[in-house]
């Protein structure tokens, strides 16, 4: 096997289950044979895919003769382990007449909360890569609650982008891609073409799941984009049906809503990356103005002076969001203290924190260091 296309750009396709299938129990195989075209056309225009998809449930409901989606989960997790080996076998029939050979790369987010599997999962795409082979990727949906549940290979595509140091990332969905508001609701929603920064009122465009078949929505496809474009890697949303869309994605043609990735004066290590895709966040620590300032504009490392509340249960090494008071979260951390101790210190001046004798550690020392800090602005 040859090294073809070692030197070449990266690139990401995340196809979501309302794309691959269609039915809650059928897979469109039509559709895998006309995008095997159009990675081979890419491969040829110098881009190392990866493919990240969803659909083991929907492969394994039609392999198992189930035509509705059952809601226990026992029978999802069952369902994904038959339909996981049909999927992989789909994939591999459809891409090997174009003469691509494919892998099948099972994550779940234990693997990679971890940081030397990460650190592993990194060495194995990379050497895939090499060898010429386009990667299937999945969330190991037979063991991973949390995947069946919320839907979020959207954020496993993200974490596949950072990776492999991706220069494109594209989601084929069932929506042209970013709306002002719902357009099922709102006649006057408008396709939103270009995002350069991720707010509140971006976020708040975003709706919830569309389909049956699928369990993501529009906001797990925006916080995807808003880490990778905190990593400098660009994002497009866009119709997964569209003729030829991955070959004018890769090419640069508006194809949906492009999230852009500007340069930015912050460092995004890949220790970084881990801690912004790597695990759950697990609470939120809402911080002051002047905080947000010296986070933002300064780079400097939060300290507990700048803490106002803390939401949810975190412990000392756990990942944690930061919000301004308003609650739109700017960044991602790994916290050096836990939620009861932080909220102790919470709204306290430096002079108050450095009187208490439970609170005296806090009064100097960061609560998140910058080099485990990342921002999404």
């Given at each position: ?337 836990g939620s009861d101790l932080l909220e102790l ?33």
């Amino acid at each position: 096997m040859t090294g073809e296309g070692a030197a070449g750009r990266r690139l990401v396709v995340k196809i979501g289950s309302s794309t691959l299938t269609t039915s809650e129990s059928s897979i469109d195989y039509a559709f895998l044979d006309d995008l095997a075209a159009q990675v081979a056309a890419v491969r040829e225009a110098g881009w190392q895919p990866v493919i990240v998809t969803s659909a083991a449930i929907a492969c394994g409901l039609e392999a198992l003769g189930v035509a509705k989606r059952p809601t226990d989960m026992p029978s999802l997790q069952a369902a994904a382990s038959v339909g996981q080996s049909a999927l992989a076998t789909a994939y591999a029939e459809a891409f090997a007449k174009q003469g691509i050979v494919t892998s099948t790369v099972l994550l779940t987010r234990r693997d990679t909360a971890d940081r030397t599997a990460y650190l592993h999962a990194r060495d194995t795409f990379g050497k895939l890569l090499d060898w010429g082979v386009v990667p299937v990727v999945n969330e190991n949906d037979t063991v991973s609650v949390e995947q069946i549940r919320f839907g979020d290979n959207d954020t496993l595509a993200a974490l596949a982008a950072c990776l492999i140091d991706a220069d494109l990332m594209v989601i084929l969905s069932d929506i042209d891609g970013l709306y002002t508001a719902n357009p099922a609701r709102d006649p006057d929603a408008r396709l939103v073409e270009r995002v350069d920064r991720i707010d509140g009122a971006i976020l708040a465009s975003a709706g919830g799941a569309g389909s049956s078949v699928g369990s993501g929505g529009m906001q797990t496809k925006v916080k995807a984009a808003r880490v990778l474009m905190a990593a400098g890697i660009p994002m497009v949303i866009a119709y997964g049906r569209r003729p030829n869309v991955v070959v004018d994605a890769a090419a640069g043609k508006g194809v949906g809503t492009l999230f852009a990735a500007p340069e930015r004066p912050h460092e995004i290590t890949p220790r970084k990356l881990w801690i912004a895709l790597g695990d759950s966040a697990r609470g939120t620590v809402k911080v002051d103005e002047g905080a947000k300032n010296a986070l933002v504009e300064h780079g400097k490392s939060l300290l507990a002076v700048g803490v106002r509340s803390v939401e949810g249960s975190f412990g000392l090494d756990d990942i944690v969001d930061v919000a301004d008071f308003s609650g739109h979260v700017f960044a991602r951390g790994r916290a050096s203290a836990g939620s009861d101790l932080l909220e102790l210190a919470a709204g306290r001046t430096r002079e108050e924190i450095a009187a208490n004798a439970i609170l005296a550690p806090l009064a100097d020392g960061p609560v998140i260091h910058r080099d485990e800090l990342v921002l999404f602005e």
